[in-house]
């Protein structure tokens, strides 16, 4: 009985030590980014400001949002995505994560979440054909951070999509993207 406890003991320090050294990882970029004027950077926490922003692209299937400056890379960031993120987004409630380009359209402070860069999705094309199919295309597409008073999640909440078809990142990832991309920034979501 006691190898059968040590045994399991050992099977979870294994299955539970790369999740904690990339959640130590992430809490530090987040205590870093939260510092105000800091930013995370290739070489870690930096206090230079980061270049101008001027494209983000998501990738569904690696969960990833990238920020660029022109063609050079300057952060790249885990995300979590709609509860159904495969496939692009049909109608309302569906739970999946629009693809296309679409700009950022305003910043929110005052949500249900911490700070949120809203996107214009639907495009009028996408709203005239929802029209014509009958449905309703949905909307309310935001780059959010966590629901406020759950800051505590942390990068936790990446293990699973939660969200009903926005792109979701911790608190601190969330305060470096809303304070260094502005309104009418490309975001590229892709499947």
């Not at 399991?8 to 990339?22: D, G, I, K, T, Y």
């Amino acid at each position: 009985m006691r190898a059968v406890r040590v045994s399991l003991a050992v099977v979870l320090l294994l299955v539970m030590e790369p999740l904690a050294r990339n959640a130590s990882h992430f809490w530090a970029m987040d205590g870093c980014l939260d510092s105000g004027g800091a930013w995370y950077g290739a070489l870690g926490c930096e206090i230079a400001d980061p270049p101008k922003i001027d494209r983000l692209i998501v990738d569904k299937s690696d969960r990833e949002l990238r920020a660029y400056s022109g063609r050079r890379l300057i952060h790249a960031m885990p995300v979590s995505l709609g509860r159904e993120p495969v496939g692009q987004k049909q109608v309302e409630g569906d739970n999946r994560t629009p693809e296309g380009t679409y700009p950022v359209v305003v910043h929110k402070e005052d949500s249900a979440y911490f700070r949120s860069l809203r996107l214009g999705y639907p495009t009028p094309a996408q709203l005239t054909a929802g029209r014509r199919a009958g449905r309703d295309s949905g909307g309310d597409i935001m780059i959010h951070g966590l629901p406020n008073g759950l800051a505590w999640i942390g990068p936790w909440h990446r293990l699973v999509d939660w969200t009903r078809g926005c792109i979701a990142l911790t608190n601190g990832e969330m305060l470096w993207l809303y304070r260094n991309v502005s309104d009418g920034t490309p975001v590229e979501i892709r499947a």
